[in-house]
């Protein structure tokens, strides 16, 4: 049973560009969420997306940051127009359960986006 | 903010030390979750304790929650070297409160010393 998979590992831009950060949880998961880290910090909450459906997005920028976990295939964290703040770990977690009770996360290896 | 704080920052022992570890919060929970990070990789669930236990055990790890002060504590008994990492706490809101996401706090850093 693979674990959470993320790609790609990293991923250079330039200011102005895109970013799509891919995420495909573990095996009968259907819960995915995306954490940002920035160095020395910890994980910073951005979004709960259940299969075609964000159920919590409070924690993501109101612009330029999107993310959808479709039917078929992983879930996406789309960046638009990215700037050098924008320079982090982006983690993704799955979980079989829902999220309101504060359940156990499994972690992919994260993306590292770094901003030229 | 509703970040969890943990402390100390950075902690350095000898091998085969404990390493003791805490974590305050500020909102009511249903669980606490402790992860580690190795340098560049994901986290690594630890252990949970859910909000009606007062402490756990895992094999070396300890964990201990104190909802009337909202502080844990992790402890680590006979440090390896290969304990060597970032040690978060996170905690889910109870039910109905809340974000649905994991809060995460900032991290002890924990180097064992050969």
């Known amino acids: 049973n693979a674990g959470v998979m993320q790609n790609p590992r990293h991923l250079v831009r330039r200011r102005g560009q895109e970013a799509r950060l891919r995420c495909s949880p573990m095996?009968?998961?259907?819960?995915v969420y995306w954490y940002r880290q920035l160095p020395e910090e910890g994980l910073k909450f951005m979004v709960y997306?259940?299969?075609?459906?964000?159920?919590?997005e409070s924690g993501m920028p109101k612009e330029r940051f999107s993310a959808e976990f479709p039917k078929e295939g992983p879930s996406i964290l789309r960046i638009q127009q990215v700037v050098r703040g924008d320079s982090a770990a982006y983690f993704c977690?799955?979980?079989?359960?829902?999220?309101?009770?504060?359940?156990?996360?499994?972690f992919g290896s994260g993306t590292q986006l770094s901003v030229l | 903010s509703q970040q969890g704080e943990e402390d100390p920052q950075a902690l350095s022992i000898q091998e085969g030390e404990n390493a003791t570890m805490n974590c305050s919060y500020k909102?009511?929970?249903?669980?606490l979750q402790w992860y580690r990070q190795n340098s560049g990789r994901g986290l690594v669930h630890l252990i949970l304790?859910?909000?009606?236990?007062r402490e756990k055990h895992s094999g070396r790890l300890r964990v201990t929650l104190d909802t009337s002060k909202k502080s844990s504590s992790l402890l680590i008994t006979a440090s390896r070297a290969a304990d060597t990492a970032s040690y978060f706490c996170a905690y889910g809101p109870q039910e109905g409160g809340g974000a649905d996401g994991l809060t995460f706090g900032k991290g002890t850093h924990l180097i064992i010393q050969p």
């Open positions: 909102t009511s929970i249903n669980n």
């Open positions: 304790i859910r909000s009606n236990e």
């Open positions: 997306l259940q299969k075609e459906n964000i159920i919590d």
């Open positions: 977690a799955s979980s079989p359960l829902p999220g309101t009770g504060g359940e156990k996360l499994f």
């Open positions: 095996k009968g998961h259907s819960h």
